[in-house]
C-alpha cells in the first residue's frame, strides 16, 4: 500500500506493508535516526514525533500515521537547541539512543519550560542509555531549557 | 544533527537478508533438516554445506558455523537468506529440523559433578596465538579452563590466623544490551576474498578465526569495524560472522543480519559465578591467608571464559599484601548461552565475594572495615600474590576518597565501601599509523569505536604531538587491510596502549619528513596458569566506590542514597569522555546490584526482553551519584573503561551488611533483603 504523510515538513508518499511498523518504513526511506532496539516500545530509541507527539516507531503501524505529520531528528534545524544543548553537554558516547532522547526532551520542554530533576527524570523515563549518559543528559535538558 | 553510522546501516547492491533457525532444546542431536517446504527465492544454510569447515573460538576451538548438538535453546543450526529480512523470517520457520533430545545441566556445580552430561565429550584445540593465557581444559568434565594460582602456602598460613570467615557468594546472568543489536554484513569477491562490515572490538581475532574456519589465508579476509552502539564486551571475538559469510558464500551475493532483542539474549551474556572466599587474619587485622574457588559459567561455549576465570581468579585476592594465597578458578560449561567478555571481565563477579568477606572479617575483628583494608592495602614497591612488582599505587587514596564522599568515619551506619583491583590486557601489541594529508594527518588504528570515545581521545593526543586541532585529524574505521595490528580493544587498554604508540608514530614521522610516521608498543608478561605466577597487568586499573543506603525492612526494598567512585586516572586524556566512562560504569554497576538478572527455566531464558529484564533508566539514579579522577602530574593515562563498575555491588552489599542484612547474591532484589532481614 502507498502511504502518503507529511515527514520532516514535506510531503512523502511511501510504500509499505499493511502490517509493517512505521519504524521499517522511514528507514527505507534513509531515516536511519529511527534505531530498531526493544522492538516492544520499552527504550525509546526509535522516538519519532507524531503530530508532535513522542512515539515509539516500533509500535506504530505505518497505516496509523497516514495524513499526519511525522517527524525524526533528520528533520530538526542544524542550530535546534535541544541537540546543541546534548552536544555542548557531552551528552551521549555511542550515539544510538541520542536521537529519541533528543525528540522525547524536545516535546517535554515543549510542555514545561523548566522542569525539575524529577520532572526530567519522568519525562526522559522511557528512553534508556546504555552507556548510562543519564547525569549529563540531565544536564543537558536544563541547559536547553534555560 | 550529525549521525553515526553503524553496522547495521551498512548496505550492498544485490544484498540479502538472514534468518537464522535456532534449537528450542538446551541440548539436542540434530537428525535432519528439511528444506523442501523453502519458499522460492530463498536460500538455506544446512549441515550438509558447513562439511569441511574449521571450528572457531577465541580461546578454544569448540564452536562449528552450524551446531550439532545444539548446545543450548537458542544455537543456530541451520540458517537462511531472502530478499527481505520478512522473507527471510518466513523461510526460515519453513525449515523443519528433527533431533534427539540429550541429557541437559544448567548450573557450573552441578556441570562439574560426577556423572553430568558433557557438552564437548572433546576438548577444543586451543587457539593459537588469538590467546596467550595458555587454556587448561580438564579432559573428560565440563571444565574448559582451570587456573590456579599458589602464593606462599595457604593452609599452613590459615593455621596463623586468630580469625577466619568463609563464604559463598554468587552473581547472575547479565545481559550487555547495548542498544545496537549485533549486526553483520558479509560478501565474498570476485576472488574469492571475505569481505565484513560488522560490529566489533576485535577485527583482527575475527579476521584469523575466520581464516581459520574457510581454511584461506588471513590476508584473504577485511574486517571493517565501523561505531557500535554500544558493546561492553557483547561484540567481541566471532558472533554472527561465520555464519554470516557462510551464507552469502551459500547466497552467492551479499548478505546482512540483524538481530533482534530476544536473539541478543542467546548470543552472549556475563557468567554467572559461584565464588566460595576463606580469608584470615591475626587480632590486629593483618590479612595472613585467602583463599578463593571460582565456578564462572561459560555456557555452551568456551568464548573467552577461560581468560575471564582467571581474572576472576586474581582479582579476587583484591590490592592486599596476603603472605599466603590459593585460588582454583574454574570455566565450566553448561547448556545455556555463552558467555563472554562484558565490562568488568570476571572483577564484577570475585569483587563482590571478596570485598563482601572483607566486611564480614571486620565484624568479627570487632574493627572498622575502613581500617581493615587501610591496614592491608598494597603500596608501592609491594609485590602481589602473583609475584609481580606494584607501580604507581594509589588503593589507599581511592579507598580515602570513596569513604570521605559517604561520610563513612563520621558514622558507617548504613554505608559500605569497596576497593579493587583490575588487570589490562597483557601480554598485548598495539600499533599505529599517521599520515599527513593537504588539511591535518590521518591516524589509522584497529581501536574501535563503541562509544568509549577512542576516536576522541586520538585525535585530543594526536592533536597535541602534531602541534594541530583536533578536528584537523581523521580518525577511519578500524579496517583490517589498512589499519595496522592491535591485539584488540578491550580492557580499557586503548588510551594508554594505542597512546603510547602514537608517541613513537609521532617521534617516527617527524625523524622521516613530516610524512609518515609508524609507532608499535607491546607490554610483555602473562600468568602460569598452573601457579598464577609472572606478570597479570602492566597497568593496574584501581578504584574504589562507596554506598550510602536505607532499607525498608518490612519490604525489602533498598534505596541507595548516595553512590561515589573514586579512580585513578593518572593523566586525564579527555575529561568528559573520562567523566563518561566512570558514570557509565556506575550506573551498570548499579543495575548489577539491584536488579539485572538474565532468568532461565529448563534452559529456556524467561525475560529475553527489555520489558522483563530491566536496565537502569534516569529516574533510577541515587539521589546523589558523584565520581572523581585521581590524577597525578606526569604520569601515564590510566585506563578508565570498566574500573568504576566492580566495587559498585560489593559498596551497595557492605552498607547493606552494616545494618546486619547479610546478602551474598546478586543482584540484592528486595526478595533477597527481605529475607537478609528475617
Not at chain 2, 35 to 61: F, I, M
Not at chain 2, 431 to 437: K, L, P
Request: glycine share 10%; charged share 20%; with cysteine.
Amino acid at each position: 500500500m502507498m502511504l502518503e504523510l507529511t515527514v520532516n515538513e514535506r510531503p512523502a508518499a511511501l510504500e509499505c506493508e499493511p502490517d509493517e511498523m512505521i519504524l521499517h518504513v522511514l528507514r527505507r526511506a534513509g531515516l536511519s535516526s529511527v534505531r530498531e532496539t526493544c522492538g516492544i516500545g520499552v527504550c525509546g530509541a526509535c522516538t519519532v514525533l507524531l503530530d508532535g507527539e513522542p512515539v515509539s516507531g516500533c509500535l506504530l503501524l505505518a497505516g496509523q500515521a497516514a495524513g499526519r505529520e511525522l517527524t525524526t531528528v533528520e528533520g530538526l534545524p542544524a542550530e535546534h537547541p535541544v541537540p546543541m544543548a546534548f552536544d555542548a553537554e557531552h551528552a551521549f558516547q555511542c550515539g544510538w539512543c541520542t536521537p529519541g532522547m533528543v525528540l522525547t526532551a524536545k516535546r517535554l520542554l515543549e510542555e514545561n519550560a523548566d522542569p525539575s530533576d524529577e520532572e526530567i527524570a519522568a519525562g526522559l523515563g522511557g528512553n534508556l542509555c546504555r552507556c548510562g549518559c543519564y547525569l549529563k543528559i540531565r544536564a543537558a535538558v536544563r541547559r536547553a531549557a534555560a | 544533527m550529525r549521525l553515526v553510522g553503524y553496522a547495521g546501516d551498512a548496505a550492498a547492491d544485490g544484498m540479502w537478508h538472514a534468518a537464522f533457525v535456532r534449537s528450542p532444546h538446551a541440548h539436542a542431536r540434530v537428525l535432519s533438516v528439511d528444506a523442501s517446504a523453502l519458499p522460492a527465492g530463498a536460500v538455506a544454510l544446512l549441515p550438509e554445506d558447513t562439511v569441511g569447515l574449521g571450528r572457531y573460538g577465541c580461546q578454544l576451538k569448540d564452536q562449528d558455523v552450524l551446531a550439532n548438538p545444539a548446545r543450548f535453546v537458542g544455537d543456530i543450526v541451520a540458517a537462511v537468506a531472502a530478499q527481505t529480512p520478512a522473507a527471510a523470517r518466513a523461510a526460515a520457520a519453513a525449515l523443519r529440523v528433527s533431533y534427539a533430545e540429550l541429557p541437559a545441566v544448567f548450573d557450573p556445580l552441578a556441570a562439574v559433578a560426577e556423572g553430568a552430561p558433557l557438552l564437548h565429550p572433546e576438548s577444543g584445540g586451543s587457539a593459537g596465538d588469538a590467546v596467550s593465557i595458555g587454556v587448561r581444559p580438564l579432559a573428560g568434565t565440563n571444565v574448559c579452563h582451570r587456573f590456579r594460582l599458589l602464593h606462599g602456602e595457604a593452609e599452613r598460613g590459615f593455621e596463623d590466623a586468630d580469625v577466619t570467615v568463609e563464604e559463598t557468594f554468587r552473581t547472575a546472568g547479565a545481559q550487555h544490551a547495548p542498544m545496537e543489536p549485533h549486526a553483520t554484513l558479509a560478501q565474498w569477491t570476485a576472488d574469492g576474498r571475505l569481505e565484513l562490515t560488522t560490529g566489533t572490538q576485535t577485527p583482527f581475532n575475527l579476521r584469523d578465526d575466520l581464516a581459520g574456519v574457510f581454511r584461506i589465508e588471513p590476508e584473504r579476509v577485511r574486517v571493517v569495524a565501523p561505531p557500535m552502539g554500544g558493546s561492553f564486551g557483547a561484540k567481541t571475538f566471532t558472533r554472527l560472522e561465520a555464519v554470516v559469510a557462510c551464507l552469502a558464500r551459500k547466497a552467492g551475493r551479499p548478505v546482512k543480519a540483524v538481530l533482534d532483542r530476544s536473539e541478543e539474549f542467546v548470543t552472549l551474556g556475563r557468567h554467572p559465578a559461584a565464588v566460595r572466599v576463606r580469608v584470615g587474619a591475626t587480632r590486629d587485622g593483618t590479612l595472613v591467608a585467602k583463599q578463593l574457588d571460582c565456578w564462572a559459567d561459560t555456557g555452551a561455549y568456551a568464548d573467552c571464559g577461560p581468560g575471564v576465570a582467571s581474572k576472576m581468579g586474581y582479582a579476587g585476592i583484591g590490592p592486599y599484601r596476603i603472605p599466603h594465597v590459593r585460588v582454583d578458578a574454574l570455566a565450566v560449561y553448561t547448556n545455556l548461552p555463552p558467555n563472554g567478555a562484558f565490562r568488568g571481565y570476571g572483577a564484577t563477579q570475585s569483587v563482590w565475594a571478596s570485598e563482601r568477606a572483607m566486611d564480614m572479617l571486620a565484624e568479627r575483628l570487632g574493627m572498622s572495615p575502613l581500617e581493615l583494608r587501610l591496614r592491608n592495602l598494597l603500596r608501592d614497591g609491594d609485590r602481589f600474590a602473583t609475584g609481580e612488582t606494584m607501580h604507581d599505587v594509589h588503593f589507599e587514596e581511592c579507598l580515602r576518597a570513596a569513604a570521605a564522599a559517604v561520610g563513612y568515619e563520621q558514622d558507617p551506619r548504613g554505608k559500605g565501601l569497596c576497593v579493587l583491583l583490575k588487570g589490562m590486557q597483557t601480554p598485548s601489541r598495539a600499533a599505529i599509523a599517521v599520515e599527513r594529508t593537504p588539511v591535518g594527518y590521518t591516524i589509522r588504528s584497529a581501536s574501535c569505536e563503541m562509544g568509549q570515545g577512542v576516536r576522541d581521545s586520538l585525535r585530543l593526543q594526536g592533536a597535541a604531538l602534531l602541534g594541530c586541532e583536533p578536528g584537523q585529524i581523521e580518525v577511519p574505521d578500524p579496517d583490517t587491510d589498512s589499519s595496522p595490528f592491535d591485539t584488540r580493544t578491550t580492557s580499557s587498554r586503548s588510551t594508554y596502549m594505542m597512546g603510547r604508540a602514537l608517541d613513537e608514530a609521532v617521534a617516527d614521522l617527524s625523524a622521516n619528513g613530516g610524512e609518515r610516521g609508524y609507532g608499535e608498543i607491546a607490554n610483555e608478561g602473562g600468568l602460569d596458569p598452573d601457579t598464577g605466577q609472572g606478570i597479570a597487568s602492566t597497568h593496574w586499573h584501581q578504584g574504589a566506590a562507596g554506598a550510602a543506603v536505607s532499607v525498608d525492612e518490612e519490604t525489602g526494598a533498598l534505596t541507595v542514597e548516595r553512590l561515589h567512585a573514586a579512580v585513578y586516572a593518572g593523566r586525564v586524556v579527555d575529561r568528559a569522555g573520562a567523566e563518561l566512562q566512570n558514570e557509565g560504569s556506575m550506573i551498570m554497576g548499579l543495575g548489577t546490584a539491584l536488579f539485572e538478572s538474565v532468568e532461565h527455566a529448563g534452559g529456556q531464558i524467561t525475560n529475553a526482553n527489555l520489558s522483563d529484564y530491566c536496565l537502569p533508566a534516569l529516574g533510577d539514579l541515587p539521589g546523589e551519584l558523584t565520581h572523581e579522577l585521581i590524577e597525578r602530574e606526569g604520569a601515564e593515562p590510566h585506563g578508565l573503561g570498566e574500573t568504576a563498575l566492580p566495587p559498585v555491588p560489593a559498596a551497595i552489599g557492605n552498607a547493606l551488611s552494616s545494618l546486619g542484612l547479610h546478602v551474598t547474591e546478586l543482584p540484592m532484589t528486595p526478595e533477597r533483603v527481605a529475607e537478609a532481614a528475617a
